[in-house]
């Protein structure tokens, strides 16, 4: 049984930095794309950062780009996103996503919006204040 688990949200000041973390279980493809969306109240939910296994090539938005790093640990099977210089509007529900498809799609841009993943985890709420 998949099950993807985040932690690390809370409430900080604008500057602050935050570090989700995402637990991965029962996900083993060795291929595969990990993501990172988020989503505000009334708004769609909207992809922040994704990564490729094997190879480890990222993808950000451009809204966060320069600011959140996306990593991983194969070992541990956890996914990072690490937030630094936080924003009031980077608050939201922020929710770790997996799928699994080849290199070439990746290439051609698939992995970056929500309907690309099959599997979600909770969600963890981080609220930015100014």
């Known amino acids: 049984q998949v099950q993807l688990v985040e932690s690390g949200g809370g409430s900080v000041q604008a500057g602050g930095s935050l570090r989700l973390s995402c637990a991965v279980y029962?996900?083993?493809?060795?291929?595969?794309?990990m993501g990172w969306f988020r989503q505000a109240p009334g708004k769609e939910r909207e992809g922040v950062a994704a990564?490729?296994?094997?190879?480890?090539?990222?993808y950000y938005a451009d809204s966060v780009k320069g600011r959140f790093t996306i990593s991983q640990d194969n070992a541990k099977n956890t996914v990072y996103l690490q937030m630094n210089s936080l924003k009031p509007e980077d608050t939201a529900m922020y929710y770790c996503?997996?799928?699994?498809?080849?290199?070439?799609?990746?290439?051609?841009?698939?992995?970056?919006?929500?309907?690309?993943?099959?599997?979600w985890g909770q969600g963890t709420q981080v609220t930015v204040s100014s």
């Open positions: 990564i490729y296994t094997p190879g480890g090539s990222t």
């Open positions: 029962g996900y083993t493809y060795s291929s595969r794309c």
């Open positions: 996503a997996a799928s699994s498809f080849s290199r070439a799609m990746w290439d051609n841009g698939m992995g970056r919006g929500p309907t690309d993943y099959g599997y």
